[in-house]
């Protein structure tokens, strides 16, 4: 099966990790991936090149250029399925998909629309919605929520669960140097994640436990004010600013919790690559990550925006071994039986199959 997956960019973010597992995968399967960037190729294209796969980038800033570019590489590669990932390429793909014949084409919303929203956006998405077979939600609040916003017919709207490879045990001599009770934060450094809220959250906790330390993983506009957030609450010794890392095994085998602090989040790559770990999680009321931490029983909710809620779970989990080993089992058990990539991997090819075009030519 020819198999077409349009992303904004292959930048390093939750949905491109993603969508370069799926392509290794699928590969595996014996599919024939390929990845269509409306920008920037991205460190993770650029890997994906080195492994091989045909990644094509900066495909047009305008609608009408993008969409004429993506028109000739569909016809070109003739692809059984075209896969695109969020709302601007559903919007410069998919009827381009549709007038080169593809069979399958399915949008997989990866985030919330969250307020205040994009009214321009979510009507021009409608428009591309309906030129797709299905629109997929990656939980049930996504689904719930793009039912909500009308974005899509309802009768097109599934959920299939995100999964992620697990993540792979480090030794310890491979471990950053740690000290104390160490949460880890992995995601972009932007205003959607609420980094302050969590470094409030810390700058409390180590009045009572000056051991407790924070690993921030990503990059992002907000990089130099976070940083100098952190000296003005006096943390700085606490709170590790590590960059973009392409690795991750390393900090996810040493922290002993995983947080998030959004005010808006779909399910989030990084909270399942700490469940395939059995890393218990300390995230906000939002989205699918609250909605699965509940779900596998893998870890604190705490309401958005409360600063003392956060800090009270970090001081609890650190206190608490025996709570922080049970959020671990389940967590873990929650991963291999809902969150694997290849239970996503394979729910996504049943629906590849499953369009009118596509049983069509299979006979059926």
């Given at each position: 099966m020819k198999i077409v997956h349009v992303v904004d960019s292959m930048e390093v973010g939750g949905a491109e990790t993603l969508v370069a597992q799926m392509c290794r995968l699928q590969r595996e399967q014996g599919h024939d991936p390929e990845v269509y960037a409306i920008a920037k190729l991205g460190a993770l294209g650029e890997r994906m090149r080195a492994e091989g796969f045909r990644v094509e980038a900066e495909l047009g800033r305008k609608l009408i250029d993008s969409s004429l570019a993506f028109l000739r590489l569909f016809r070109a590669f003739?692809?059984?399925?075209?896969?695109?990932?969020?709302?601007?390429?559903?919007?410069?793909?998919?009827?381009a998909a549709r007038l080169a014949g593809t069979a399958s084409i399915i949008s997989t919303r990866h985030s919330l629309v969250a307020p205040p929203r994009n009214h321009v956006m979510e009507r021009k998405?409608?428009?591309?919605?309906?030129?797709?077979?299905?629109?997929?939600?990656?939980?049930?609040?996504?689904?719930?929520?793009?039912?909500?916003?009308?974005?899509?017919?309802?009768?097109?709207?599934?959920?299939?669960?995100?999964?992620?490879?697990?993540?792979?045990?480090?030794?310890?001599?491979?471990?950053?140097?740690?000290?104390?009770?160490?949460?880890?934060?992995?995601?972009r450094l932007e205003p959607v994640k609420n980094l302050p809220l969590l470094l409030a959250a810390v700058r409390d906790a180590v009045k009572q436990n000056p051991d407790i330390q924070l690993w921030i993983l990503g990059d992002g506009t907000q990089r130099a004010s976070l940083e100098d957030l952190s000296r003005q609450f006096g943390v700085e010794s606490n709170v590790t600013f590590w960059g973009q890392q392409l690795e991750v095994g390393r900090f996810f085998s040493?922290?002993?919790?995983?947080?998030?602090?959004?005010?808006?989040?779909?399910?989030?790559?990084?909270?399942?690559?700490?469940?395939?770990?059995?890393?218990?999680?300390?995230?906000?009321?939002?989205?699918?990550?609250?909605?699965?931490?509940?779900?596998?029983?893998?870890?604190?909710?705490?309401?958005?925006?409360d600063n003392a809620a956060m800090t009270a779970a970090v001081l609890d989990l650190a206190a608490n071994p025996q709570r922080r080993k049970q959020f671990s089992v389940n967590a873990a058990a929650a991963y291999q039986e809902h969150f694997t990539l290849a239970a996503m991997v394979d729910a996504y090819l049943e629906l590849y199959r499953n369009t009118p075009r596509a049983r069509r030519a299979a006979g059926r």
């Open positions: 003739r692809p059984d399925v075209v896969h695109l990932h969020n709302p601007t390429p559903t919007i410069y793909a998919a009827p998405y409608a428009l591309a919605a309906r030129f797709c077979d299905w629109i997929v939600g990656i939980c049930d609040a996504t689904v719930n929520n793009v039912k909500e916003v009308g974005s899509a017919p309802a009768n097109k709207i599934v959920r299939i669960y995100n999964g992620a490879v697990p993540v792979q045990r480090e030794h310890v001599d491979h471990w950053p140097a740690k000290r104390g009770f160490t949460l880890l934060f992995v995601g040493a922290a002993d919790a995983f947080v998030m602090s959004s005010v808006s989040e779909g399910l989030p790559m990084s909270l399942l690559q700490a469940f395939s770990i059995g890393l218990p999680a300390i995230v906000t009321d939002v989205g699918g990550m609250a909605e699965v931490v509940r779900f596998a029983g893998g870890g604190e909710v705490v309401p958005v925006t």
